[in-house]
Nanobody, 123 residues
């Protein structure tokens, strides 16, 4: 079983920054692709960013390209999401997810999910 615990959410003004963290335990984190997804109020959960097991490949939704950066530290079993130039439309619950595969396979095809952390961006 895999446990994923997100942290770092909060309230920030538009144009500000936040860094989300996701601590993983329970399996070999270093061999798993990891991802971030978000769900805004009244909307479906959507892909934000993903990273391969070795950090060589990263993937981003068009809406966050150039503003968000995903990274990981396999020694700490942690994946990060640095969010800059935040906009009110980035307001959502952000979920960390882990895959049984080494690379992201697309869509919402992840095997383990955290409980989420709320990010609120005020205008």
């Amino acid at each position: 079983q895999v446990q994923l615990v997100e942290s770092g959410g909060g309230l920030v003004q538009a144009g500000g920054s936040l860094r989300l963290s996701c601590a993983a335990s329970g399996r070999t984190f270093s061999s798993s692709a990891m991802g971030w997804f978000r769900q805004a109020p009244g909307k479906e959960r959507r892909f934000v960013a993903a990273i391969s097991w070795d950090s060589r490949r990263t993937y981003y939704a068009d809406s966050v390209k150039g503003r968000f950066t995903i990274s990981r530290d396999n020694a700490k079993n942690t994946v990060y999401l640095q969010m800059n130039s935040l906009k009110p439309e980035d307001t959502a619950v952000y979920y960390c997810a882990a895959s049984n595969f080494q690379d992201y396979t697309g869509g919402g095809d992840m095997d383990y999910w955290g409980k989420g952390t709320l990010v609120t961006v005020s205008s």
